[in-house]
């Protein structure tokens, strides 16, 4: 079957590099050369890296011919603009950030460095990653390969659509509430969000340091499990990441389904505004699980309605002073005045959107004498309730079933005016991260002609049985394979 470059997986790739039948140059200019042309239309890069890029790629031929690949050499991949690169300005999708460069490489970029993978440029976010539509960056709106007049999702958006539009082959996103799972079933691709501690935080700019968590994007989920065992592991550096054994994530993810128990929960089947097509492609996905031999077990979360509230407190918060240090001072937008408070206060007026402040606000009110207790302590004590939830349905089942969102993508521009119904996009998967449990999105199925997403979720550090289950069902279906029209008539360089 003859590909061309940008459709191919991440296996495909690596079989023919490591067999000599392409160059990661190759590879890599066929990726550079399909930016240049599409990505006026999708905007998904802040900034291409093309010139690094194809002096990556040339280093990985280098390793390919000495026999020291790795999986993931010669590999393009997309990075969104909030990880800390030292070759290319870390934005944050913001103007108080706009041409920063960093003194140092994020634990993530290091780690693919190292492994000869090849960067194409840094994804556009929503500002500080604080969104669900990529609307939110102060720069442009990326939009959806499936339907350019639609929202990619977000905060990841960017990461998303670079994948699902085949500008890179594999991307990393940070998801705080849902910022790669959501986005991820906006696109039609897979996304994951590991346990929180699995991957090293060190060099993300931080937006809610309890909630934060890096995980890849990829076209299907032996390419997420190949991506994650390369930025996966233990670094002192940050202080939240767990010394536990990364497990071998390939070794199993063949083994099936059958005899594994599927959590079913009523609390995610009945939340008012999910549209009916969402609702029926996802429990297809629930029958078909068990056509494959699962066992499918109604779980009680009761507590998990109130994640969402529970989030808009802890995240806005722990907002309030991560972003406490954008003053203009040291690094990023200076605008001087006549006192040093001016100078503050009209950096951060104008360096920030009003997203952004609008979480800061909330975050400060929460935290401040006289609320906090009645507010941000509560909050961690619901969050207590909803971790015990979970643990408590985990020692009856191995995965937890759930739409990825109540909706398939929306207009651009539908949501902007109405916060609240912004914040409703992240309903399904906001719980995972308030219990800091790992979860995938995956393809499947479609309602108006746009892809919805299944999302799993496992116990802590369960990546493992959530790959097997995601790759099982992608295994028995075909909705992984489906490509918007905007690349159905591809006709680049073919293999």
């Not at 001016?342 to 609320?371: C, H, N, Q, W």
């Not at 651009?412 to 992240?426: E, F, T, W």
């Amino acid at each position: 079957m003859i590909k061309v470059l940008t459709a191919l997986g991440l296996v495909d790739a690596r079989r023919l590099l490591d067999n000599r039948e392409i160059s990661a140059a190759e590879l890599t200019d066929a990726h550079l050369n399909w930016i240049d042309e599409i990505d006026e239309q999708v905007k998904a890069f802040i900034t291409p890296m093309h010139e690094q890029a194809r002096g990556m790629a040339a280093d990985a031929d280098r390793a390919i011919a000495a026999g020291e690949a790795s999986p993931m050499t010669g590999i393009p991949v997309a990075l969104k603009d909030i990880f800390c690169t030292v070759d290319a300005p870390t934005s944050a999708a913001s103007e108080i950030l706009k041409g920063y460069r960093s003194p140092m490489d994020a634990t993530v970029v290091e780690r693919l460095r190292a492994a000869r993978a090849v960067f194409v440029g840094k994804t556009n976010t929503d500002e500080f990653a604080m969104g669900s539509s990529t609307e939110n960056s102060a720069f442009f709106t990326t939009h959806n390969p499936w339907d350019l007049e639609r929202v990619p999702g977000g905060s990841s958006g960017g990461s998303s659509a670079a994948v699902a539009a085949n500008e890179a082959m594999v991307s990393l996103g940070s998801d705080t509430g849902g910022s790669i799972r959501q986005p991820a079933g906006f696109c039609g691709v897979v996304g994951m969000k590991p346990t929180y501690g699995r991957v090293s935080r060190f060099g993300l700019i931080a937006f809610a340091s309890s909630l934060d968590q890096i995980g890849p994007f990829s076209r299907c989920v032996e390419d997420s499990a190949m991506t994650l065992q390369a930025i996966a592991g233990h670094d002192r550096r940050d202080a939240t990441s767990a010394p536990v054994e990364v497990p071998d994530y390939l070794e199993e993810l063949r083994a099936g389904v059958k005899g594994l128990r599927v959590g079913i929960a009523e609390e995610f089947s009945s939340v008012e505004g999910m549209e009916p097509g969402v609702k029926e492609a996802c429990e297809a996905a629930y029958a078909m699980f068990s056509e494959l031999g699962a066992e499918l077990v109604p779980v009680q979360l009761p507590n998990a309605k109130y994640a969402l509230p529970t989030y808009y407190i802890t995240a806005p918060a722990e907002a309030s002073a991560n972003l406490a240090r954008f003053d203009g001072v040291k690094y990023g937008l200076n605008i001087e005045s006549d006192t040093l408070l001016d100078t503050y206060l009209r950096t951060r007026g104008e360096g920030f959107g009003p997203e952004v402040k609008r979480r800061i606000m909330l975050g400060t009110y929460a935290l401040a004498s006289g609320y906090y207790d009645a507010y941000y302590v509560k909050a961690q004590k619901v969050r207590t309730l909803i971790k015990r939830d979970f643990d408590r349905a985990f020692e009856g089942v191995d995965v937890i079933l759930a739409p990825t969102s109540p909706t398939v993508a929306f207009k651009i521009g539908a949501r902007v005016d109405d916060p609240l119904q912004m914040y409703l996009s992240d309903i399904f998967t906001i719980p995972a991260n308030m219990a800091g449990l790992p979860g995938i999105s995956i393809p499947c199925g479609f309602s108006e002609g746009l892809p919805v997403s299944l999302q799993i979720m496992g116990p802590a550090f369960g990546e493992s049985v959530i790959f097997r289950a995601a790759h099982a069902y992608e295994q028995a279906t075909t909705w992984h394979k489906e490509r918007p029209a905007l690349l159905r008539e591809r006709a680049d360089t073919t293999v």
